[in-house]
């Protein structure tokens, strides 16, 4: 870098990037600012990761999570084979090539239909919507063909579609852990 940058460095002999507060209401807070007496007055094991740093794709009773993501869902045969009867018509907005299956309702917007289960993992409690549940919804019509151009120009809620699992705390473990295979429904 720069000859200047590097001297001011030298003699102030700080990190440029601001350190991160700790919540102390949440127990569960990031733990690598914290000093080893405040570890040990929250009975934190040197070493112990407090909080997860993935996402689970199946429960301890082997249920498959859904990831959140609108690209891990895909339409079934059933849907497609349906769809391409009527795929002549063209595209339903402005009746070019029918390129793609569009659903009339946003998928942004159905998915808050979802019902979201606290699961364990074996390690970690998770809040997340169930595969099986998610493919439902996204398979539910009704559906209209629409070109490419028209199905990106309609502007869904971008962002809001993604709905993954969150941290909710860490699993007691053993007979202590309350949570069934499949997880409980929690909203």
């Not at 497609?80 to 299956?101: V, W």
């Not at 209209?144 to 709905?163: E, F, I, P, T, Y």
Request: aromatic content about 10%; proline content about 6%.
């Amino acid at each position: 870098m720069w000859p200047e940058y590097n001297k001011w460095k030298k003699d102030t002999n700080t990190s440029l990037r601001p350190k991160r507060k700790v919540n102390e209401s949440n127990p569960y807070a990031r733990t690598d600012n914290l000093t080893d007496r405040q570890k040990k007055l929250k009975g934190i094991k040197p070493g112990e990761r407090v909080r997860p740093m993935y996402v689970p794709k199946i429960d301890k009773g082997g249920v498959k999570l859904w990831d959140g993501f609108r690209a891990s869902l895909g339409f079934t045969g059933e849907v497609k084979e349906e769809m391409e009867r009527t795929r002549a018509a063209g595209c339903k907005y402005c009746g070019g090539e029918a390129e793609s299956i569009d659903h009339v309702e946003p998928i942004s917007k159905l998915q808050t239909e979802l019902t979201r289960y606290l699961v364990c993992d074996g390690k970690f409690h998770f809040t997340a919507c169930l595969k099986t549940e998610a493919m439902d919804l996204y398979n539910e019509g009704p559906f209209v063909w629409s070109c490419k151009s028209c199905n990106s120009s309609k502007g869904g809620q971008k962002g809001l579609d993604a709905n993954p699992p969150q941290f909710a705390e860490r699993c007691p473990g053993g007979d202590k852990c309350q949570v069934p295979a499949g997880g409980k429904a929690v909203y």
